[in-house]
């Protein structure tokens, strides 16, 4: 039968969902079910494994039934998924011997301090691409080995095996036949050593973990496994992490593309091409997705804590706006701002900055100012902590920014892609169709399964709007340099701070 159709499995923090794509690009069907979080411990976070399967499994038969599409018109499946979460399961029965432990979740973090007073932080720096902290597998699945009864002795016997979501569901939907991820998920263990493309002895040894629980890594675009579905054999043929999906769904497998996601925090991840850099201004080191015929390319990673938060922080704390889309036309109606900058650290500073004590502030209110100018400050805070995570990336890799692709809630306001297209001076590009997660996902299962090439994404990935660039040099640079002295003010390590 002829194939018209590639499926996506994507498994996000708080939901499961399957996408049925056809062939342009556009989406059939989509069935989704929300995810239950579980908090057994302040700062805890885990999901249940065996509910993501069958969220899974169920999501994928809705948009089978609801489009009558047959199995075997089916080309390929690609999983995207939320990165780091970690499981370990018996390898006997499949079934999980604790929660999955979510990348939010905190518990490792005694672990982490362990780790870096033992000297190992340029190390992991150097090796893994990242800092040592608890959002990574590595330490959680330390975790699990050392407090589930009995785990570290079924480990060593080899009867254990560990993965990211990603495993966890090819070992499901392949019954068991395969114990294997990609290097985009690996690459977030904090357990891969990204120049070399394997697991990292020393970071092994440093965290007890024996190799017979590692799944096999593999390229993103390549077989991972089979899924039954009624008795038809459907390939897994794409297989990366939600961020790194995103990159390459926007077209970002050339150098010098970037992507943000401007959702409740932004998440900023840019293509530095086949070098391996290691960042002087706090951002990751991590792989982006990888191709059979192409050597792996780097990605600079960095993200804002509070984006899309400071428009909820206007709505529910100030009481300044009903709903977020009513800033866009708030700021197109006022004049530009010249002097006010609101700076919203309200979890500290992140990129480049790294000031987990700064706080958010205000500057250069005068009697004329209300509750417009606010707002719109408010707003332009985004698009400069954007350039801020943007110049540190250039710094770091010495390539030119070429494209901002941009997708998330807070990418829908005019104002705010203009204004960010201005203030970097390069093209902001939005895609019609937003859900590039789960297409970039699709796009790694179709080039496999050869109904799409390479080249084809330019053409999947259809383009909304085009933001130029329309500011003038003088105009921008006084703008981002009043925004930095407001930064520097705002450090904890500032006078006024
Ligand atoms: P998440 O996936 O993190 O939940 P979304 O991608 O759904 O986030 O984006 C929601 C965020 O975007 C919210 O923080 C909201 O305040 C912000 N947002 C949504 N629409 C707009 C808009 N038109 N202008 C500015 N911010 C917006």
Same mark, same amino acid.
């Given at each position: 039968?002829?194939?018209?159709?590639?499926?996506?499995?994507?498994?996000?923090?708080?939901?499961?969902?399957?996408? #049925?794509?056809?062939?342009?690009?556009?989406?059939?069907?989509?069935?989704?079910?929300?995810?239950?979080?579980?908090?057994p411990?302040?700062?805890?976070?885990?999901?249940?494994?065996?509910?993501?399967?069958?969220?899974?499994?169920?999501t994928?038969?809705?948009?089978?039934?609801?489009?009558?599409?047959?199995?075997e018109?089916?080309?390929?499946?690609?999983?995207?998924?939320?990165?780091?979460?970690?499981?370990?399961?018996?390898?006997?029965?499949?079934?999980?011997?604790?929660?999955?432990?979510?990348? #939010?979740?905190?518990?490792?973090?005694?672990?982490?301090?362990?780790?870096?007073?033992?000297?190992?932080?340029?190390?992991?720096?150097?090796?893994?691409?990242?800092?040592?902290?608890?959002?990574?597998?590595?330490?959680?699945?330390?975790?699990?080995?050392?407090?589930?009864?009995?785990?570290?002795?079924k480990?060593?016997?080899?009867?254990?095996?560990?993965?990211?979501?990603?495993?966890?569901? /090819?070992?499901?939907?392949?019954?068991?036949?395969?114990?294997?991820?990609?290097?985009?998920?690996?690459?977030?263990?904090? &357990?891969?050593?990204?120049?070399?493309?394997?697991?990292?002895?020393? #970071?092994?040894?440093? &965290?007890?973990?024996?190799?017979?629980?590692?799944?096999?890594?593999?390229?993103?675009?390549?077989?991972?496994?089979?899924? %039954?579905?009624?008795?038809?054999?459907?390939?897994?043929?794409?297989?990366?992490?939600?961020?790194?999906?995103?990159?390459?769904?926007?077209?970002?497998?050339?150098?010098?593309?970037?992507?943000?996601?401007?959702?409740?925090g932004?998440?900023?991840?840019?293509?530095?091409?086949?070098?391996?850099?290691?960042?002087?201004?706090?951002?990751?080191?991590?792989?982006?997705?990888? #191709?059979?015929?192409?050597?792996?390319?780097?990605?600079?990673?960095?993200?804002?804590?509070?984006? !899309?938060?400071? /428009?909820?922080? &206007?709505? %529910?704390?100030?009481?300044?706006?009903?709903?977020?889309?009513?800033?866009?036309?708030?700021?197109?109606?006022?004049?530009?701002?010249? +002097?006010?900058?609101?700076?919203?650290?309200?979890?500290?500073?992140?990129?480049?900055h790294w000031?987990?004590?700064?706080?958010?502030?205000?500057?250069?209110?005068?009697?004329? $100012?209300?509750?417009?100018?606010?707002?719109?400050?408010?707003?332009?805070?985004?698009?400069?902590?954007?350039?801020?995570? /943007? +110049?540190?990336?250039?710094?770091?890799s %010495?390539?030119?920014?070429?494209?901002?692709?941009?997708?998330?809630?807070?990418?829908?306001?005019?104002?705010?892609?203009?204004?960010?297209?201005?203030?970097?001076?390069? =093209?902001?590009?939005?895609?019609?169709?937003?859900?590039?997660?789960?297409?970039?996902?699709? $796009?790694?299962?179709?080039?496999?399964? !050869?109904?799409?090439?390479?080249?084809?994404?330019?053409?999947?990935?259809e383009?909304?709007?085009?933001? &130029? =660039?329309? $500011?003038?040099?003088?105009?921008?640079?006084?703008k981002?340099?009043?925004?930095?002295?407001?930064?520097?003010?705002?450090?904890?390590?500032?006078?006024?701070?």
């Open positions: 039968m002829k194939k018209k159709y590639v499926v996506a499995f994507d498994q996000g923090t708080t939901s499961t969902r399957s996408i #049925l794509f056809n062939l342009q690009g556009g989406i059939e069907a989509i069935a989704q079910k929300e995810l239950t979080q579980f908090y411990q302040s700062g805890w976070v885990e999901h249940d494994p065996v509910e993501i399967f069958n969220d899974q499994r169920t994928f038969h809705e948009v089978m039934v609801k489009t009558g599409v047959h199995p018109e089916i080309a390929g499946i690609g999983i995207t998924n939320q990165r780091e979460t970690t499981v370990v399961w018996d390898k006997r029965t499949g079934e999980p011997i604790y929660n999955a432990i979510v990348w #939010l979740d905190k518990r490792t973090t005694p672990i982490c301090e362990v780790l870096k007073e033992s000297g190992l932080e340029s190390y992991v720096k150097e090796h893994t691409g990242l800092v040592i902290d608890s959002y990574f597998s590595g330490t959680k699945l330390k975790w699990i080995l050392e407090n589930v009864s009995g785990a570290r002795e480990a060593l016997a080899g009867e254990l095996l560990f993965g990211t979501v990603d495993s966890w569901l /090819i070992y499901k939907f392949s019954n068991g036949e395969k114990h294997v991820t990609d290097h985009s998920n690996a690459s977030r263990t904090m &357990l891969f050593n990204i120049k070399e493309l394997n697991w990292d002895n020393t #970071l092994l040894h440093a &965290l007890d973990i024996p190799t017979s629980v590692l799944p096999k890594v593999q390229t993103s675009s390549s077989e991972f496994g089979i899924v %039954d579905y009624n008795g038809h054999a459907i390939p897994i043929l794409g297989v990366a992490g939600d961020q790194q999906a995103a990159l390459f769904g926007q077209g970002g497998y050339k150098p010098g593309i970037a992507k943000n996601t401007y959702g409740t932004c998440f900023l991840l840019m293509n530095t091409g086949k070098k391996h850099l290691s960042s002087n201004n706090g951002l990751l080191t991590t792989l982006g997705c990888s #191709l059979k015929e192409q050597e792996i390319s780097y990605v600079l990673e960095g993200s804002i804590f509070v984006g !899309g938060a400071a /428009i909820q922080w &206007l709505r %529910d704390k100030m009481k300044l706006i009903e709903n977020a889309s009513e800033t866009e036309a708030i700021c197109e109606g006022i004049p530009p701002l010249q +002097n006010l900058f609101v700076v919203p650290a309200f979890a500290g500073l992140g990129a480049p000031d987990a004590d700064a706080k958010g502030a205000i500057y250069g209110l005068t009697l004329d $100012m209300g509750r417009e100018e606010v707002i719109k400050a408010t707003v332009e805070a985004l698009a400069y902590q954007t350039k801020d995570v /943007i +110049n540190a990336m250039i710094a770091d %010495d390539n030119e920014l070429l494209s901002l692709k941009v997708d998330g809630g807070a990418s829908a306001n005019n104002y705010l892609m203009q204004f960010q297209s201005d203030i970097l001076d390069v =093209p902001v590009d939005r895609p019609k169709m937003l859900e590039v997660t789960a297409l970039g996902a699709a $796009m790694l299962a179709g080039i496999e399964a !050869g109904v799409w090439r390479l080249e084809d994404i330019e053409n999947l990935r383009v909304d709007r085009k933001f &130029l =660039p329309t $500011m003038d040099d003088e105009t921008r640079n006084t981002y340099s009043k925004w930095q002295q407001a930064v520097t003010r705002t450090k904890s390590t500032a006078s006024n701070g």
